[in-house]
Each structure stands twice: as structure tokens, then as C-alpha cells.
């Protein structure tokens, strides 16, 4: 019989009002989500640019929420050393971005940091397979990486699928995590596809009735499942 998992939220920083950071990430804790992502982009694998350890270690010191730090970079082996001293307790490689993808999941699981791999909407999930045995997290991209509010691909869903019932079968405690366009219409889509780690910007931190009314929105879907 599969074993139930619990549903995590993960709020993508990326979304908040930075003026008041601290007090945002406090009011998603307050609300009962679980982990806190944290968007990394280089400005090469992706058109934009976001934040690095200095944002992590400053998440770490105002939660004690899991800190989810999705890289979007660029061949990122000379910065895992300090995203791990700021306290990223996960470290998401985007699989089209490191050629020796392996040596990085080494790296990353002998610095005593949990690791996951991203795929893109559009990448395959056959690269992925030999890999799943060393996981503790798969992050299945539901749009193209580099904004946030974007529309959620509903293409994705049966990649997910799949990755899901290989690792049943190879790793069963890894997680399958989705980001981009999850929303109160949405998530359950991402959820009966197999998903436990859920990823919102917009849908959280602009929500019109607060960042609280956000987390509740998506965990009532996820409690009438
Ligand atoms: C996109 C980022 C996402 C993004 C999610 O590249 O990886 O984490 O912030 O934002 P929403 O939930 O608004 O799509
Ligand atoms: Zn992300």
C-alpha cells in the first residue's frame, strides 16, 4: 500500500513585499507553511536576476521553516559551500544547467544538505532516472522558470506521473515538489498527480485578503482531498 504523505506548502519568497521581508516570512510560518523556497536566479540559465546567500542566511535567522533554495543557475558548484554556511537546509539543481549533474547531488549530499533536481516544462523526464536513487527531492517546473505569476502547464502532469511511480518503486521517501502557477485551482491538479511539496508566490503573498488567507485557501483544497 503507498504510504501517505503529508502536503507541504513552500512560499516562493520571490513574491513578497521586500520592504518588510522579515514580517512576511513570520505571517507564512504563523499560517502553518512548512518550508520557505527561495528563488536563486543567475541571469544566464534564466532572463532574470534574484537573490543569493545573503537573502538565505537573512530567511534562516527570521524562520526556523525548512529553507527550499531552488537554484537557477548557471554550473553553481562554487556557491553550494555558501549556500549551505547561510543555512539552506535543500539545495535544487535545475538539471539543464550542470553538465556532471552527478558530481553536483555529490557535492551538495557531502556537505550534509538535503538535494533535489529541477526539470523544466519541457525537458524529459529520462535524464532524471538514473538519478532518482539519490534524491530527496524532485522538482517538476509547471512554468518556464525565471517569473513568478505566470499560468500553470497542465502538460507537466503527466511527466509528474510518472517520476512519481519510479520512485515508489526506487526511493519511496523522496518528494516530488511543483512551482509555478499553483493556486486554489490548481493545486489539487498537481496533487492528484502525485505532488506533496507544493511551491506559491502569487497565490500566497498577493492574495487580496492576506498572506494568511493564502495558506488557508490551498490547504482547504488539500484537506477535502
Ligand atoms: C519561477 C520560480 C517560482 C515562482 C513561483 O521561476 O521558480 O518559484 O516564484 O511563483 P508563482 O507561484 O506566482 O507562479
Ligand atoms: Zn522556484
Redesign the pocket.
Known amino acids: 500500500m503507498k504510504k501517505e504523505k503529508r502536503c507541504i506548502i513552500s512560499p516562493?519568497i520571490?513574491?513578497a513585499d521586500f520592504t518588510c521581508l522579515g514580517d512576511q516570512i513570520s505571517e507564512t510560518e504563523q499560517a502553518g507553511a512548512e518550508w520557505l523556497?527561495v528563488?536563486v536566479?543567475d541571469g544566464h540559465f534564466?532572463p532574470n536576476i534574484t537573490m543569493g546567500p545573503v537573502v538565505v542566511k537573512a530567511c534562516k535567522k527570521a524562520s526556523s521553516q525548512l529553507i527550499d533554495v531552488?537554484l537557477?543557475v548557471t554550473e553553481p558548484g562554487h556557491l553550494i559551500e555558501d549556500f549551505v554556511s547561510a543555512g539552506a537546509d535543500l539545495l535544487t539543481l535545475s538539471i539543464e544547467a550542470v553538465e556532471d549533474i552527478e558530481a553536483g547531488i555529490q557535492q551538495i549530499k557531502e556537505l550534509g544538505c538535503k538535494v533535489g533536481v529541477a526539470l523544466k516544462p519541457g525537458t524529459s523526464a529520462d535524464m532524471l532516472m538514473p538519478l532518482l536513487p539519490w534524491l530527496d527531492l524532485v522538482l517538476i517546473?509547471s512554468?518556464?522558470?525565471?517569473?513568478?505569476?505566470?499560468s500553470f502547464m497542465p502538460e507537466v502532469l503527466e511527466k509528474t506521473r510518472m517520476i512519481r511511480s519510479e520512485l515508489d518503486r526506487v526511493n519511496p521517501d523522496a518528494l516530488i515538489q511543483m512551482?509555478?502557477?499553483?493556486?486554489a485551482e490548481t493545486i489539487m491538479q498537481a496533487r492528484d498527480a502525485g505532488v506533496e511539496v507544493f511551491?506559491?508566490?502569487?497565490?500566497?503573498f498577493?492574495h487580496p485578503d492576506g498572506i494568511g488567507a493564502g495558506i488557508e485557501a490551498l490547504r482547504e483544497k488539500l484537506d477535502n482531498f
Not at 179 to 183: A, L, N, S
Not at 199 to 204: E, L, S
Request: charged share 15%.
Open positions: 516562493s520571490l513574491s523556497h528563488d536566479m534564466v531552488h537557477m517546473m512554468v518556464e522558470p525565471g517569473f513568478s505569476g505566470q512551482d509555478g502557477g499553483i493556486g511551491v506559491a508566490g502569487n497565490a500566497i498577493k
